[in-house]
Nanobody, 115 residues
């Protein structure tokens, strides 16, 4: 399993921006598909954005055009740039690493969008 550590969450006003980071412990980071998920109170965890080992991305419809996922294989880090944040983006955001049918998860970072 891969150790994942998220950072960058916090409190932001509607319309603001945050950048989440997820640092991985593995030396073979480049082969992993990486993703960001979120879970709001009382709701199921949902996929926000994902990026394959080859750099192909996909996004939930609710964040398309506002969020951007990227990865830096040299730094073993995946990022989620979140712009034009809305109150409904409030959730705990989790980093995910997937390879060979196995998932690893970070501990989560809280994002709160409120005035």
């Amino acid at each position: 399993q891969v150790q994942l550590v998220e950072s960058g969450g916090g409190l932001v006003q509607p319309g603001g921006s945050l950048r989440l980071s997820c640092a991985a412990s593995t030396n073979i980071f480049s082969i992993y598909a990486m993703g960001w998920y979120r879970q709001a109170p009382g709701k199921q965890r949902e996929l926000v954005a994902a990026i394959t080992s080859g750099g192909t991305t996909n996004y939930a419809d609710s964040v398309k055009g506002r969020f951007t996922i990227s990865r830096d294989n040299a730094k073993k880090t995946v990022y989620l740039q979140m712009n034009s944040l809305k109150p409904e983006d409030t959730a705990v955001y989790y980093c995910n690493a997937r390879f060979g049918g196995l998932d690893s998860w970070g501990q989560g970072t809280q994002v709160t969008v409120s005035s």
